[in-house]
């Protein structure tokens, strides 16, 4: 029973307004995340790749304008609005992974054989 007036009480303050206020904050951080998760594995794919190998700078230069633009997912958008745009926002960075999972898969692979076996 104490539970049921716990949540009562909560929901009669959560408005769609702030429902809004708290979606927003949580894409802004949630992409955050992602993109320095998503960094540090394009970081991690580079690592083990041979020493004359230059970094991907394409990949990492759009990983920053993807992080540049994170903070727009607080600006005032609509609800339809502001699904389409967080999931360009963190879309694009997932399809960057994708894209370096697919194209070093044999290294990748072979990183893991070689830390897996003796």
């Known amino acids: 029973m104490r539970g049921e007036v716990f949540f009562l009480a909560v929901l009669r303050g959560f408005t769609p307004e702030l429902h809004m206020i ?5 894409g802004v951080a949630c992409s955050f995340a992602d993109i320095a998760f998503i960094y540090i594995l394009l970081k991690t794919a580079h690592a083990i790749k041979p ?20 903070p727009t997912l607080a600006l005032p958008f609509s609800s339809d609005a502001f699904l389409i745009w967080q999931s360009l926002v963190l879309g694009v960075p997932y399809l960057l992974l994708a894209h370096t999972v697919i194209t070093e898969f044999p290294l990748l692979l072979r990183h893991l054989r070689e830390k897996i076996r003796p």
């Open 51 to 70: 020493p004359a190998t230059p970094p991907p700078k394409k990949r990492f230069r759009a990983l920053l304008v993807f992080a540049a633009l994170t």
């Open 22 to 26: 708290l979606t927003r904050a949580a």
